[in-house]
């Protein structure tokens, strides 16, 4: 599979601006890539005011998300604003070139921000299969709790995006690491770039990483659209060479 990154700065509660941004990036893409990520609230930055900035599902963003991933034959994925029930989800949509969209709600809200305070924490993992990849979806501070991530369910790919700040940036790039070893699985992680309306500066360090915790990819402090081919058969060499999946606890994920 063939994935691409998309490390950029976000102009600061502008949807409209920051898709245009972002369209702009994936010119060129057409033919050349199967996936490609952008960061978390891709629309907005890290916000706490959703009441102004939500979108419903048959919104202005998804919308556009399908018609990129159309355009491009590429999924395209990341995490906005949405509004449901009258409740709010930092939520990870995935949509692919057919227009199937897979969604996955933040599941741990930073509370030292207060998103706790204005967003609803999601109930359930997503893992679907994409092309030859079974790919369990992640956003930011779920990094930290890798419970939920476990890899009980033989996924193949597991992504982060994120607006992970440069003063922790140390915690984001060990935990990766930890994240693709302990899972046996691919990582592929976004982050942003740039300095937001509260004042908290981004270094990027989007990474790929391979099954062995090797980082194949990981740039800083500046913009960078890069694609990267994760081999399916890579992994299950791995997997077989050193089967230690089957000897994890078990215990179910709820």
Known sequence: ?????????????????????????????????????????????????????????????????????????????????????????????FVCPNGTTHQYDKRHLFSMAGEDEFYTAGSKRCIFTYLDMKICLQVCYDLRFPVYSKNSENYDLLIYVANWPAKRIPHWQAL??????????????????GTDANSHSYPGSSMVIDPKGTI??????REDVATHVLDINHLLEIRKTFPFLKDQDAFKIL
């Open 176 to 193: 990766l690491v930890a994240r693709a070893i302990e899972n046996q699985a691919y990582v592929v992680a976004v982050n942003r770039v």
């Open 1 to 93: 599979m063939r994935v691409t990154t998309i490390q950029c700065d976000l102009i600061w509660e502008s949807p409209a601006v920051n898709r245009r941004n972002l369209e702009q990036k994936m010119q060129g893409l057409k033919g050349a890539t199967d996936l490609i990520l952008l960061p978390e609230m891709f629309t907005t930055g890290f916000t706490m005011n959703p009441t102004d900035l939500s979108e419903s599902m048959e919104g202005v963003t998804h919308q556009w998300m399908r018609e990129q991933a159309k355009e491009t034959q590429a999924a395209v994925a990341g995490s906005l604003i949405i509004e449901e029930n009258g409740q709010f989800f930092n939520r990870f949509l």
């Open 216 to 221: 194949w990819y990981q740039v800083m402090d």
